[in-house]
C-alpha cells in the first residue's frame, strides 16, 4: 500500500475561434499549434508508455469548446491542410542549415521528424479525431477524462443569474456524454473560479469533485485539518481538490522552475522572424503578418538577448534528470505528510495542458520520463486520479470554501478590471432575456425553435472567460473585443426577431454555419 498519492491534472482548452468565412485567420492558428505541440505530442507519450506496458493513471480536462474544434471537419480539414504546407518548411531547412548553419542542421532534421510525424499520426492513426484518440486511453484505464463548463465562462461572475452557471455546465455535461457515453465524476471550474452555492448546481448535475486554487481550500470554514492534502466536503457533499503550490510551481514557473533551464528550447525565438521575408513568406500568415512556424533553433541559454544553439539530446537528458528531481520532491513530501495524517496524503498538481509542448516544449517528454520513474525507481506513493481516491477515502472534512480563483491575487480581478469591466452588464442583461425566452417559448419547434437554440449558442460564446482574459492581457485585444460585440449583437437580434416573430431564416441559417457550437443545444436549459 503507498503511502500516499500524487493526482497530476492536465486542463486543455482554447477559446471557441472558427471563421469559415476565411481561410487564413490568424487565430485559428492558436489551435494548430496546440494540436502539433502538445496534444499529439501527449498522445505520442501515452502510447509510449502504453507499449512498454507501463500503468499510469492521469486526470484529463477537455474543454468542451476545444472538443468542438477537434471534432469539427472544417478545422479538421483545415488542419491537415496547414500540414501539408508548413511540413515543407523544415524539409527545406534542412538542406539550408547543412549548407549555411550546419549547427542547426540536427534541429532542422528534428523539425521535419515532428511534422511528418505529426502529419501521419493525424492524418492516418487518428483519422483527425483527437478526442476519439484520447477517449481509447480513459478507455484503457490510464486517463480519467473530466472537462469544464461549455465555454469556459467565468462563473463566479455570471452568477447575478443563476441560470447562467446550470447553463454552461449542463450544456457542458451532454456535450461530454455525446462524445463519452456518460457524464463524467469531476468538473474543472473555469480558471478554478469557485462561488460559494455554485457546487449545489454540480450536485445536482451528478458532479462528485472540482478543483480549487489552494488559497480556495485553505481559507475554507472550518480550517481543513489537513490543508490541500485532503479533499473537503462541501454543504451540497461535492468534494473540492485543492492545488499544491509546490508542485505547481515547479513545473510552470519559468523563473523557478524546470522550463526556464538554459538547455531547454527558447520560445520566444522563431525563424519566422529571423529569416529573409522571401524566404520565410510561403509559411506564413498570406498578408505578409510574421507568425511562429513552429521552428526554433536557440535554447534559453540565460537572460541575454544572445541565444545559443538548441541540442536535443542535452534537452532530453535534462528532462530526465527533472523528472527524477520531480519525483524525489514527491516522495519526501508524501512521505513526511502521511506521518502526519490519518490517510493517505494527495497531492494535486494542476497545469494548463498546453504548457506542455507548446510554452514547455520538453513538456510531454518529462511527463513520459516522470511516469516511467514513478513506475520503477521508489516505492514511496502511487498515481492516482480523484476519482480514484475518492473510492479509497470517500468521507472527508465537511467545509465551506470561499470564492476564489487561481488568477492574479486570487480571486477575480483578471476578469474585472477597467480593461474588461464593460462586458459584464451586456452578459447579465443578455442572461435574463435568454431566461425570458425561454420560459415564455416552452416546447417551441421549426424555426422558433432553431433561433431560439442560436440564441442560447451566442450567449454561451459571449460568456467566454478568454475575451475578458485576452483584454486584460493586452495582446489581441481586438480580436477579443470583436468577439465579444458580434455574439451580443446577434444575440439581440435574435431575441428581437423571436419576439416578433418575424424570424430572417437565411441570416439564421448563416448564423448557424459560422457559430456552430453544440450542434445539439437545447434552449430550455435556460428555463
Not at 492516418?124 to 473530466?146: P, S, T
Not at 470554514?221 to 485532503?230: H, K, L, N, Q
Not at 448557424?512 to 457550437?517: A, L, S
Request: charged content about 25%.
Amino acid at each position: 500500500m503507498p503511502k500516499g498519492f500524487l493526482s497530476i491534472v492536465l486542463h486543455a482548452h482554447l477559446p471557441y475561434v472558427r471563421h469559415p468565412e476565411d481561410e487564413h485567420f490568424l487565430e485559428e492558428k492558436w489551435l494548430y499549434e496546440a494540436i502539433t505541440e502538445t496534444y499529439i505530442p501527449l498522445l505520442k507519450a501515452f502510447e509510449n508508455l502504453e507499449n512498454d506496458g507501463i500503468d499510469f493513471r492521469l486526470t484529463l480536462s477537455l474543454s468542451p469548446s476545444l472538443m468542438a474544434m477537434l471534432t469539427d471537419p472544417l478545422l479538421q480539414e483545415r488542419y491537415l491542410k496547414h500540414l501539408d504546407q508548413i511540413r515543407e518548411l523544415p524539409a527545406k531547412e534542412a538542406a539550408r542549415t547543412k549548407r549555411e548553419q550546419n549547427e542547426l542542421h540536427h534541429c532542422a532534421l528534428m523539425y521535419q521528424e515532428t511534422f511528418e510525424d505529426a502529419y501521419k499520426r493525424y492524418r492516418y492513426k487518428y483519422d483527425k479525431d483527437l478526442v476519439k484518440a484520447f477517449k481509447r486511453f480513459q478507455d484503457l484505464g490510464f486517463l480519467e477524462i473530466i472537462t469544464c463548463a461549455g465555454t469556459h465562462g467565468y462563473l463566479p461572475l455570471l452568477g447575478v443569474q443563476r441560470g447562467s452557471i446550470r447553463a454552461q455546465i449542463k450544456t457542458a455535461l451532454d456535450y461530454y456524454k455525446k462524445h463519452f457515453g456518460e457524464y463524467p465524476q469531476g468538473l474543472w471550474l473555469p480558471e478554478c473560479g469557485y462561488n460559494p452555492g455554485d457546487d449545489w448546481i454540480l450536485k445536482d448535475l451528478g458532479i462528485k469533485y472540482f478543483f480549487l486554487d489552494t488559497h480556495g481550500v485553505l481559507f475554507a470554514s472550518p480550517r481543513p485539518r489537513y490543508g490541500i492534502y485532503a479533499p473537503i466536503t462541501c454543504p451540497s457533499g461535492v468534494h473540492a481538490f485543492g492545488r499544491d503550490t509546490e508542485s505547481s510551481k515547479q513545473v510552470w514557473s519559468a523563473k523557478e522552475g524546470y522550463p526556464g533551464d538554459y538547455d531547454y528550447r527558447e520560445f520566444y525565438r522563431d525563424i519566422a522572424y529571423d529569416l529573409d521575408f522571401d524566404y520565410i513568406k510561403p509559411y506564413i500568415h498570406p498578408k505578409g503578418i510574421r507568425t511562429d512556424t513552429g521552428i526554433k533553433y536557440y535554447r534559453v541559454t540565460g537572460n541575454t538577448e544572445f541565444k545559443e544553439p538548441y541540442i536535443p539530446h542535452n534537452a532530453r537528458e535534462k528532462a530526465s534528470i527533472h523528472a527524477g528531481n520531480f519525483m524525489f520532491n514527491r516522495e519526501k513530501q508524501i512521505a513526511h505528510l502521511a506521518g502526519h495524517m490519518d490517510r493517505p496524503p494527495i497531492v494535486v498538481a494542476p497545469y494548463d495542458a498546453e504548457l506542455f509542448g507548446h510554452w514547455w516544449y520538453e513538456g510531454p517528454i518529462w511527463l513520459e520520463f516522470l511516469i516511467r520513474k514513478i513506475k520503477f525507481d521508489q516505492n514511496v506513493f502511487d498515481l492516482a486520479t480523484p476519482g480514484d481516491y475518492l473510492k479509497i477515502q470517500p468521507n472527508n472534512q465537511p467545509c465551506q470554501p470561499p470564492m476564489s480563483s487561481w488568477g492574479y491575487r486570487g480571486y477575480n480581478e483578471y476578469w474585472l478590471n477597467g480593461s474588461n469591466d464593460w462586458i459584464y452588464r451586456h452578459l447579465h442583461n443578455l442572461a435574463s432575456k435568454m431566461s425570458e425566452l425561454a420560459n415564455k417559448n416552452p416546447g417551441s419547434t421549426g424555426i422558433k425553435k432553431r433561433a431560439l437554440n442560436q440564441a442560447t449558442r451566442e450567449l454561451l460564446l459571449a460568456q467566454s472567460s478568454d475575451w475578458a482574459f485576452i483584454m486584460k492581457t493586452g495582446t489581441m485585444v481586438d480580436y477579443a473585443c470583436k468577439r465579444t460585440r458580434n455574439h451580443i449583437n446577434r444575440f439581440k437580434k435574435l431575441y428581437g426577431d423571436i419576439v416578433s416573430g418575424d424570424i430572417d431564416e437565411e441570416w439564421l441559417k448563416n448564423l448557424e454555419d459560422m457559430d456552430n457550437i453544440f450542434p445539439d443545444v437545447n434552449y430550455e436549459v435556460y428555463r
